[in-house]
């Protein structure tokens, strides 16, 4: 019978989730509290630039983390090159008004390079799926995309609005509310991208000896 005390669990990571998410909650709506701001910013504003830098923060953790996957570092590539993709889509008119060229420039060539990985690493599609999915993380994405594809699709529709406000409808409402839902989205997958970029990998199968 072994004497041995059992392993600690860590506590570092479950903490660090945790404040992102608590800070979050609160910062998430730092737009509307800027000075000066007679209307709520919606996707041409701060929250269009906040998404930009959420994004690319989580495409940055994909990338620093690959160094440590394994045969699935591709995998984690081909994510920080989505998360580039998805950056650079969201943020269209404030990249092609401030650098004057068409976002396409930028997303085809991302893309292209993101499959081409994909493709010549395809065997190891499986056990990333396998880490991805078995990480608390996967409900985080598993959120942002409910908020995007769904959440942020209805209330984002000015049908709704106006059979709900009737004559105090504005067209700035459903616009806001689809962008600030869009914001928080981002924040959620930055979030998990950090909690599955930072997990514990000495028991990682995939992990290079």
Known sequence: MSDSAPTPKPWKQPLIVTALVILGSIGIFFP???????VLPTEDSAVEFLQLILLLTGSAFWFGAARLAGRIAPYYRVMGFIGLISAIGESDALIEGS???????????????????????????????????????????????????????????SL??????????????????EAYLELLAC???MVGTIGLCLAPRSHDPTAID
């Open 160 to 177: 709704l609005w106006k059979a709900a406000l009737g004559e105090n409808y504005h067209p700035d409402i459903p616009d806001t509310v």
């Open 187 to 189: 924040y959620l997958l």
């Open 99 to 157: 650098i004057h060229i068409k976002v396409e420039w930028f997303i085809v060539p991302l893309a292209a390079i993101a499959l081409t990985i994909a493709l010549r690493n395809r065997r190891h599609l499986g056990e990333f799926f396998g880490e991805f999915s078995s990480h608390p993380a996967a409900g985080f994405f598993a959120s942002a995309f409910m908020l995007i594809y769904v959440l942020a699709r209805f209330l984002g529709t």
């Open 32 to 38: 509307a509290w800027l000075p000066d701001s007679p």
